[in-house]
Every structure is written in C-alpha cells, then in structure tokens.
C-alpha cells in the first residue's frame, strides 16, 4: 500500500487578474479524513475543482499522483473512472428524479442489449441506501419528497455505485441541523473504516475537529501548514479551534463576537415591529399551517434572534412578513413605529422600513453575472432615479462606499458579483439592504458557508447597525451564534413560537428544550422532532 493515496505538488491557478492558487501542496492517506480550512477566497474550492477535473489538465501548473500514479484529467469523468468523487456544496440532484435514477445518473445499469436493467438498478439502489443510512426510504421515491440531509445521502450513495476511493466534500454540512450534520458525519467516519479517504472543506472547525485526522489551512492561495488534528488514531483532538483560526487569517479573532454596543438615541426602548397573530398556510397543501399564530417585536437597537430546527418555519416567517414572499396569507398584523402597515408586496414592505437578507444569496440575492455597483443598488432604485432614469455616477458613488465600509475585497465596483467568495457576496447582499436605510432589518442565515474572518466581520456590522438604532431579526441555525451577538432570542417548532429568552438566561440546552417543544407543551428529542419536521 502507498503511504499517501493523493499527492498534490506545487499545484498553481490564474484567473484573468487573479492568482487564485501559487504552489499549493497536500498530501491524503488511503482512509484518512484530511480536512481544507481557510477563509472564503483562499483556494479551497479552485484546487478541489482541479484534483476533480473541472479545471482540466493544462489550465494549472503542478502535478497530482493518484494511488502513485500521475495525472492528467481532462474532466470529470476521467477522475470518476479513477475513483475520485467530488460532491459540491449545491447538491447535483434531479429533484423529480427518483432516488435509482439519481444514484445511477450517468452510470446506468444496462441489462442485455444495452437497455437499463431496472430491478438490478432497485436492487443496488437499495444496497447502497442502506450502507448510507437511508433503509427507511424506497428508490422509487422523488428526491424532492426528502429533507436536505437526505439528500446528501443520496448524494453519497451515488459516490459509492462508482467504486469511490477519494471523497471530497465541500460543506457538506452547511445547510444541515445539528442531528443531520452527526449523522453525515458519523457515515464518512464509517466510510474511513471501509478504507475510503475523504477531503472534507468546512468552515465549522469544531466538525473539523471531531471527524478529520488532519488539516491543511491555506490562505490567499498558497498553503500556510498542514497539521494532525489528533496525535493518534482514536484519540481526542488536541488541535484547538484557535490554532486554526490563527492559520486561516494569520492574526488572533481576540474578540470573535463584537461586545455590545447600546442604541442610546432617543428611539432607545421603543418597539420598532410588532408582528401579531400571523398565520400562513403552505403554498401548496393549503390545509397546512407552517406559520401557525405567530407574534414578537423588536426594539430600535436591539438584536432578536430566532431559533429552531430544520422545519420549524422561520424562514417562511421572514418571507412571508417581508412582502408575502412565500406561502398563502390567512391572517395577521405587522406594526411599524406603532402603526399597522401593508407589507402585501415587497415594494410594499420597504416603504414601511423592512427589509430582509435571504439565506439563499446565489439564487435571491445576488444576480450574479452582473457589477458590483448594480447590485448595491438594487433595492434602492428610487433613489438613484431622476425622472425615472439611473444616475450611474450616484450609483457608483454609493457601492464605493459600501465597498469601503464593508470591507469588500475586489479591485473595483465594476467587479462581476459572480467572481467573489461567499463571504464577500454576503456583504454585497448586505449592502444591498442596508442601503435602504430599514428601520428593521431581517437577516436570515447571514453567515452561512462564509469563513471565520468574514463572520467575525459581519457580527462586527450588525452590531454597528444595533448601535444606529435599527432593529434586527437574526435567524440562525448556529445557537452559539445567537448566544453570541443577540439580546433575546426567540424559538419556534412546528411552525408556532414556543418562547422567549433573555440573553442572559439563554443556554443551548434551554434554547433546545424550546425548540423540541410538542403542542402539549413537552419536549421531545431533538432527533425525533428533526425527523418529523423534516417529513413536514
């Protein structure tokens, strides 16, 4: 056996204008768990795209011995016959697709004369689900009928009907809640037991530390170390999470989450929303309320958090408060500065001072393939206008502004949206909202699949805006993140609101008792009530 299944040597990639990875080496033992941790932009993602062929070979300097052997693939494929599977973190599923026909997509099971034999594709199909922890679903189901962590199942037992030697993974575990992302990785510990070695990329380095065996930490394109998570198989981690922190960002995150800084203005206690009585059914199946008699405020200067597992309904809360955006309306009132007001549709919502942050920046926030500049000014449109037309210069203006004060990393305003990190189109959304001057400001997942440095500096901003007076929903799957930056927070399960607890009196078990609440008022397992919510 070779001591390393992979070897990537003095690997380098340019972009037009960027130099996106400069002599980057790593190296992966046959069933080792290897982890990539750097911040948004570093490189990660780049050097996974070539290892997996999506830059073919030719586009990057370098080379990559596989099981000892060189390489040199020309796409996707060609690293799939070799056994390395990449699996991206916007899942490549066909959602009315069965759960067979995704497994199988593009490596189908063909029977005599080349036709697709379907019994042996149901009964691997089977096989396969059951070696990934999915026995209770059938193969005939539609993808779309399962929850996200499901479908990252799915996602692996396809990467297992190709004979799979190298896993790699790139936050697999963004979207999950807590019980789902255990259970991912509890399945690629297994698959390390079968031999199997995975590349896992994930900005939450206390999964880093529980599943990997090592770490390599790249940043600004170039690889900084490569460290042993544990000084031996099965034992604890000793690499704390500071340790890597340090590596990603080459500085200490002294004061990760910012101290509070008081609104003392004299809007200072006031109610600045109160939302009663709301109710929403699904846009679909009309006999079911996903909102369910839902009422809160938020004061000027204060951050309310609002938690809850996967399916409680906090999303459609945001979307259906901020201009009816999801789902059917039943009933409900939202107050403004104590004054009822109609957020029936969105132009509506921000003329009454809201506005919301979506936890989907590719797909609703941002139009990617357009500057900068158009997209800070999107929501605010009307006062960039004179007679109707764009004032391009106020408009460049502004985004140069934000551009500074956000701490957007591109060379200008001009810069397609499409070409930066996560982390830096997450303050462009950001700007996008903030530059509508809200009196309430809904931030839904606002950290998600960004780094620690970037985090670290979007705490920083909404703590600044709390200071200014505004008033700030922060939904968040993270409860340490909550606990960290809010004054309150809020939970709900099953679509109601089952409390609300102070700052200081607000733990990660209280918050989960809340979350896990049944109608009755009793608490059931977070792992049951993930499932149930999670079949709707």
Not at 251 to 264: G, K, S, V
Not at 403 to 418: D, I, L
């Amino acid at each position: 056996m070779e001591q390393h299944v992979l070897e990537m040597r003095g690997i380098g990639k340019s972009f037009p204008g960027v130099r996106a990875l400069d002599g980057v080496s790593m190296s992966v033992r046959p069933g080792e768990v290897h982890a990539i941790c750097g911040e948004n932009g570093a490189g990660k993602s780049t050097l996974m795209k070539i290892l997996s062929g999506v830059h073919p070979h030719g586009s990057y300097e370098g080379e990559i011995l596989f099981e000892g052997r060189p390489c040199a693939f020309k796409d996707i494929r060609a690293s799939e016959e070799r056994g390395i599977v990449i699996i991206h973190q916007e899942l490549a599923l066909i959602p009315h697709l069965s759960v067979a026909e995704n497994v199988f997509l593009g490596n189908e099971r063909a029977g005599r004369a080349g036709i697709i034999s379907w019994s042996d594709t149901m009964r691997r199909t089977e096989e396969l689900m059951r070696r990934v922890g999915l026995a209770g679903e059938r193969p005939g189901t539609a993808v779309a009928g399962l929850g996200v962590g499901k479908q990252q199942l799915v996602e692996i037992a396809k990467a297992l009907a190709k004979r799979v030697k190298l896993l790699i993974l790139d936050e697999p575990t963004a979207a999950l809640n807590d019980e789902d992302s255990r259970k991912l990785l509890d399945l690629i510990d297994g698959l390390r037991g079968q031999g199997i070695a995975s590349i896992l990329i994930s900005h939450k380095l206390n999964e880093v530390r529980r599943i990997a065996d090592s770490v390599t930490i790249l940043r600004d394109g170039r690889t900084v170390e490569t460290l042993p998570v544990r000084p031996a198989p099965g034992a604890p981690p000793d690499l704390s999470e500071d340790r890597i922190i340090r590596g990603m960002v080459g500085r200490e995150l002294t004061q990760f989450y910012p101290r509070r800084t008081p609104y003392t203005g004299e809007r200072a206690g006031q109610v600045a929303m109160a939302v009663r009585d709301w109710t929403v059914r699904h846009p679909l199946d009309q006999q079911r309320r996903v909102v369910d008699s839902v009422s809160f405020e938020v004061r000027h200067g204060e951050i309310l958090g609002i938690a809850g597992l996967m399916g409680a309904g906090r999303t459609e809360l945001a979307m259906s408060v901020f201009g009816r955006s999801w789902g059917r309306y039943e009933r409900g009132t939202v107050r403004v500065h104590d004054r009822e007001v109609s957020t029936r549709t969105v132009p509506d919502a921000i003329a009454a001072g809201i506005a919301y942050v979506t936890e989907d920046r590719k797909t609703y926030g941002l139009n990617l393939i357009d500057t900068i500049a158009r997209n800070v000014s999107l929501a605010g449109l009307p006062r960039l206008a004179r007679r109707g037309v764009i004032d391009r210069h106020t408009e460049t203006r502004v985004a140069e502004r934000f551009r500074a004060s956000m701490n957007v990393k591109a060379p200008t305003v001009f810069e397609q949206v499409g070409r930066l990190s996560g982390g830096n189109q997450q303050k462009v959304v950001l700007s996008n909202w903030i530059n509508t001057e809200p009196d309430v400001l809904i931030l839904d997942e606002p950290t998600r699949g960004i780094d620690v440095g970037a985090k670290s500096e979007i705490y920083t901003v909404i703590d600044r805006l709390a200071a200014e007076g505004r008033a700030i929903v922060l939904i968040s799957s993270e409860l340490s993140e909550l606990l960290g930056v809010c004054d309150r927070i809020a939970t709900m399960a099953a679509g109601r609101l089952t409390g609300v607890l102070d700052r200081a009196e607000a733990t990660q078990e209280s918050l989960m008792r809340l979350m896990t609440r049944t109608e009755n008022g009793s608490s059931t397992d977070a792992t049951t009530d993930a499932r149930r919510d999670e079949e709707g």
